[in-house]
């Protein structure tokens, strides 16, 4: 008996295995800088999460869903990782644990597993542990080395440099916070407090690299992304640079670069066309903005990925792909 189906067939040698195990080898640089910066906290963090995303997801699937187990996929590992990126380096192990099952059994397994799952997982558990321990969740310790120390931060109480900025807005213009901040440099490369995966650009990009060449990640999203932060953010700074910090500030700081490369490119809960993927990212980079500037929040990178996962089956339907070998009609 032969199976007829339609053409094309064309035979590749990607796998949900192979790619996700190629996003964990992209986030090894910012892991080993979060190690480096905030010691054997980070660490802990880093294993804690990450075991307990797969026990969750082993747990569920062999006596809930009773279906096969798929742990070794490397989705589970990828969901703990980027959940240890989200939060910071002192939390306790407990809340941990907590956000770990609020990412696989809610944002995920819920609706069936994975690439059935319509927002990203660790979102959905950062996010759920923001809301519910919102003091653990910002209490940021600053960057200490694994070898050594770092004072220059301590004018910001280990504060990040975004929710030190806006509680000093209140008082003070921009030019006179910066005097307190660490330069661009430092920020670059990650002296400075924050969740584990937020502090270290350089490190983020060099993954983000590797994403791109392996061909995981496109780069419409993260074009847009970064894009509409940096015109959207440049027009407000040039009107009044006494009120609003250069875009330059808001690229290095926050979760915004492990936003746009490592989570808003989230095959599953992204658009699948070009266009639905720009529009995806300007959305993305619009709402980031809006709450850190005018919202309650400092940071908007998680709330703005996951409101632009719910417009994304609208989105798809509006800018659908052309299907292979399909005409388009002329006038």
């Known amino acids: 008996m032969l199976t007829v189906s339609g053409s094309p067939h064309i035979h590749g040698d990607s796998s949900v295995k192979k ?3 190629t ?13 480096y910066f905030f010691g054997l906290d980070a660490l802990r963090v880093l294993l ?3 075991l307990a995303c797969l026990f969750f997801e082993w747990l569920i699937q062999k006596y809930l869903i009773k279906g096969p187990v798929t742990i070794n996929d490397g ?21 941990l644990l907590i956000g770990a099952f609020i990412s696989i059994g809610m944002g995920k397994m ?3 597993g994975l690439g059935k799952n319509p927002f990203n997982p660790a979102l959905v558990g950062r996010v759920f542990l923001l809301i519910s321990f919102p003091v653990q969740m910002t209490s940021w310790p600053a960057p200490k080395l694994l070898f050594g120390s770092i004072t220059s931060t301590d004018a910001m109480g280990g504060a990040t440099p975004l929710g030190f900025l806006k509680e000093g807005l209140k008082n003070q213009t921009v030019p006179e916070l910066m005097k307190d ?12 407090g924050g ?6 650009v350089i490190a983020l990009l060099l993954g983000a690299i590797y994403l791109l060449a392996k061909k995981v990640i496109t780069w419409e999203i993260p074009t847009a992304y970064i894009g509409s932060v940096i015109i959207f953010t440049g027009i407000l700074w040039l009107v009044n640079p006494d009120m609003y910090i250069s875009p330059v500030f808001h690229l290095l700081t926050g979760g915004l670069i492990l936003g746009a490369f490592y989570m808003a490119t989230d095959m599953v809960s992204s658009p699948i066309s070009s266009k639905g993927q720009i529009l995806f990212g300007i959305g993305c980079g619009v709402i980031t903005i809006l709450i850190r500037i005018w919202g309650a929040y400092p940071e908007g990178v998680s709330f703005a990925i996951l409101i632009m ?3 994304t089956p609208l989105i798809n339907r509006g800018f659908k792909p052309k299907h292979f070998g399909e005409k388009i009609q002329s006038a």
């Open 19 to 21: 790619i996700m195990y």
């Open 23 to 35: 996003v964990v080898m992209a986030m090894v640089p910012a892991m080993l800088v979060s190690v």
């Open 48 to 50: 804690i999460s990450s």
């Open 75 to 95: 989705s589970a590992l990828v969901t703990g990782i980027l959940l240890a990126f989200n939060v910071p380096s002192n939390l306790p192990v407990w809340i």
């Open 110 to 112: 819920s609706f069936g």
């Open 181 to 192: 901040m660490p330069d661009y440099a430092m920020e670059l490369i990650g002296f400075i």
């Open 195 to 200: 969740s584990l995966g937020e502090v270290s």
């Open 309 to 311: 996962n719910a417009f």
